[in-house]
């Protein structure tokens, strides 16, 4: 097979599945979908590796189907990471300005955002992204590019990533005995709001919600950069839990039920709808009315979003953005929760598929498509601003120093 030199790979290790997908990047930002592999995944919990094997054995696996629906051999990849433990906060950093002249210098910049980053991190925590999200000079911000400007104090405002290391090898080491190299593990929140929001979307403010099997992981974005990012353990698998426990189901039956039948608002459905219900025994089935489900359902999904409007809170962001929700994940498609998301947030509500791509689009037009997707357009992103930084040297934008930020500062020097 063909090596993919000129091809973009996404993996996305989710806790229900992976994905992966391979794309033909062009210079104009497009990017062509020709491979795409699924297996599911039942070596990770809430967004953790528990079982090698099993990822390494599912990750061949959907990588192989990928492989030959494209025709190429996947030798390195944009992988997805999420998981409880990931922690985002926003840090500012302080330098004055070195020249004498007062005009902002490249290393005035490196220094600004060594600065930001110099709060000592704990031993088994990591950094996995740094994203400026302004800088200010003389206390104007807003800025985006400060390098050749005039000041004598530079600031920057930093939204920082970080996870725990261990956590993080394995998931390395997994992709490794899988035979891909690992170009950059991006938190996958950030590269599934490549592929579904828009420019507008992220300058009026928007949160990206992705409800996954073990986690939802959440990005809010405002003024064309992410404010706030995070990860919630309460997610769509949890709802096939409830409905296991409740109606004392086995679990493959729950969630038939749930993805076929479930509805997490009542008034939604009728009071004279019956469902068949097997019992754990495998022996008889009884019927239970729908609306039965939607009790379990509801106060699960009430939680969801409660314990994100909570965190939101916790870190200053009372009100809905004016650009409203987008969610999306597997775990957005149950009945009803637009709905109650856009009761509880007060704004409007959409669901995110995967936009902006060509090729084997309409295989992957689907809330659980949506981080692979959007791990090509970040890889692509990352790569373009490798060249451009290359031929242009030091030059930059924002959304360029998104998830290379590390490069950048090899760039810098
Ligand atoms: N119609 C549906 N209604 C409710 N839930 C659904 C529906 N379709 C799929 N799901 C749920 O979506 C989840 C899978 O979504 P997704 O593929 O986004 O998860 P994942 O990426 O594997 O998990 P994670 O992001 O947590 O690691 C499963 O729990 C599945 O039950
Ligand atoms: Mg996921």
Same mark, same amino acid.
């Given at each position: 097979m063909a090596k993919p030199q000129n091809y973009l790979v996404g993996i996305d290790i989710g806790s229900s599945k992976i994905g992966v997908l391979i794309g033909l990047g062009g210079e104009g930002g497009d990017i062509e979908v020709v491979g795409k592999g699924e297996a599911p995944n039942r070596g990770t919990r809430k967004g953790n590796i528990v079982n090698v094997e099993v990822t390494v054995d599912a990750l061949k696996q959907a990588s192989e189907e990928a492989e030959v629906m494209a025709g190429v051999e996947i030798s390195r990849a944009y992988v997805g990471v999420a998981g409880a433990d990931i922690r985002s906060i926003n840090c500012r950093g302080m330098v004055s300005v070195k020249r004498k002249d007062r005009e902002i210098t490249r290393e005035d910049i490196q220094r600004v955002l060594d600065a930001a980053q110099s709060a000592a991190l704990p031993s088994d925590r990591e950094i996995l992204h740094a994203i400026p999200q302004e800088f200010l000079v003389d206390e104007q911000g807003g800025i985006s590019e400060p390098l050749g400007m005039l000041g004598s104090r530079l600031e920057v405002m930093l939204h920082l990533v970080t996870g725990n290391v261990t956590r993080s090898k394995t998931l390395l080491t997994c992709v490794n005995r899988a035979g891909i190299e690992v170009v950059e593990m991006v938190f996958e929140p950030l590269a599934t709001a490549e592929a579904v929001l828009t420019d507008d979307e992220r300058e009026l403010g928007v949160l990206l919600v992705d409800i996954g099997s073990g986690t939802t992981e959440y990005s809010l974005f405002a003024d064309g950069e992410v404010q706030h990012s995070g990860v919630l353990p309460v997610a769509a698998g949890h709802f096939t839990n409830d409905l296991a426990m409740v109606l004392r189901t086995p679990f493959a039956e729950a969630e038939r039920l749930k993805v076929k039948?479930?509805?997490?608002?009542?008034?939604?459905?009728? +009071?004279d709808e019956g469902i068949s219900v097997p019992t754990v025994a495998g022996g008889s089935t009884r019927v239970v009315p729908r609306r039965e489900l939607c009790d379990i359902l509801q106060p699960r999904a009430e939680e969801l979003f409660t314990l994100l409007q909570e965190d939101l809170a916790r870190h200053g962001f009372e009100e809905a953005p004016r650009g409203g929700l987008v969610l999306t994940g597997?775990?957005?498609?149950? +009945?009803g929760l637009l709905e109650m998301a856009e009761q509880i947030f007060n704004c409007s509500v959409r669901y995110g598929l995967p936009r902006g791509l060509g090729g084997l689009v309409d295989v992957i037009?689907?809330?659980?498509?949506c981080t692979a997707s959007g791990l090509l357009r970040w890889g692509l992103t990352a790569e373009q601003n490798q060249r451009t930084r290359k031929r242009r040297r030091g030059a930059f934008s924002m959304r360029g120093m998104m998830g290379s930020l590390r490069g950048m500062f090899e760039d810098l020097l």
């Open positions: 039948e479930g509805c997490c608002l009542a008034h939604m459905v009728s +009071d597997g775990g957005a498609k149950m +009945d037009n689907s809330p659980s498509w």
